[in-house]
């Protein structure tokens, strides 16, 4: 059913786009193939414009080019011109620009700001396994290994299985959300009305928590991702190790997160570079 609402709407979209907006046959394309990606990767007619702007998040994180993701934003602002709305996003200069990343102050102030076992655990498995919004989304009961504190990734970016480890205080706290639910649903983590979590609802959790917490910064479900490669690399942790970790298929996507701290660089310039 959403395959075939996709394919009208899409149809609707190339003739506003070429009626409308005056484009050639060529960009047409390009921009109905970059929006088909989008509605695909939420399975909505119309995501709301929170999740466009997530999704540009989710391009720089997983190391697109700044003009493919200035151009893919770009025929999403058209989608939304088309449905009658007004979508601003930021245009990323010709630099690449680095997602942004949460302190471990916030972090802490997050997790201390959930009063519930479901989302505390849901924040504990962002904060130390670096997983994406889709793969949380997608784990079930079956997949949390928590004797041996591995999740496993069923078919995560290029349909290739994956495991992402958790700590300790994750592998509890995901231990005692479990104890009290009494379901016997697969997904390992649901939303309020009992169905599997969206990556919206997560969307929505995440902003929920943060401004429970006091932080002002508009905070996405990516930043997490990215603090906990930052805080892998701060801490010492070899580039490789972090490229597995994150499940990188090249580690240049990986390179992007060497951005340490100023304090950071000075803390081990002076451990290891002599005064001559």
Do not use: W
């Amino acid at each position: 059913m959403y395959e075939l609402k996709r394919d009208d709407v899409l149809d609707d979209y190339r003739r506003f786009l070429k009626v409308e907006r005056g484009l050639n046959e060529t960009t047409i394309e390009q921009h109905t193939t970059m929006l088909r990606v989008f509605l695909d990767r939420y399975e909505q007619i119309r995501p709301p414009q929170e999740l466009a702007k997530e999704f540009q998040e989710h391009l720089m994180d997983e190391g697109y080019s700044n003009s493919h993701v200035n151009n893919t934003m770009k025929a999403i602002d058209y989608y939304y011109e088309f449905h009658g709305e007004q979508f601003d996003f930021n245009r990323l200069n010709r630099r690449k620009k680095l997602p942004e990343t949460l302190s471990e102050n916030q972090v802490k102030r997050i997790l201390y700001a959930c009063d519930t076992y479901r989302d505390f655990a849901i924040m504990k498995t962002l904060t130390s396994s670096g997983v994406r919004a889709s793969e949380l989304c997608d784990l079930d009961v079956v997949d949390a290994d928590l004797d041996n504190r591995t999740l496993l990734i069923r078919q995560g970016k290029f349909d290739k299985d994956g495991y992402a480890k958790i700590s300790d205080t994750c592998a509890e706290a995901i231990s005692q959300y479990l104890e009290r639910r009494d379901d016997d649903a697969d997904p390992l983590f649901l939303s309020r009305t009992g169905d599997r979590l969206t990556r919206n609802g997560l969307l929505q959790l995440v902003k929920r928590r943060a401004r429970s917490a006091g932080i002002e910064q508009n905070v996405t479900v990516h930043m997490f991702r990215h603090y906990f490669a930052t805080k892998m690399i701060e801490n010492g942790a070899d580039i490789s190790i972090v490229k597995e970790l994150l499940r990188h298929d090249d580690i240049t996507s990986t390179m992007k997160y060497l951005h340490i701290s100023g304090e950071a660089l000075s803390e081990q310039y002076d451990r290891y570079v002599d005064d001559v």
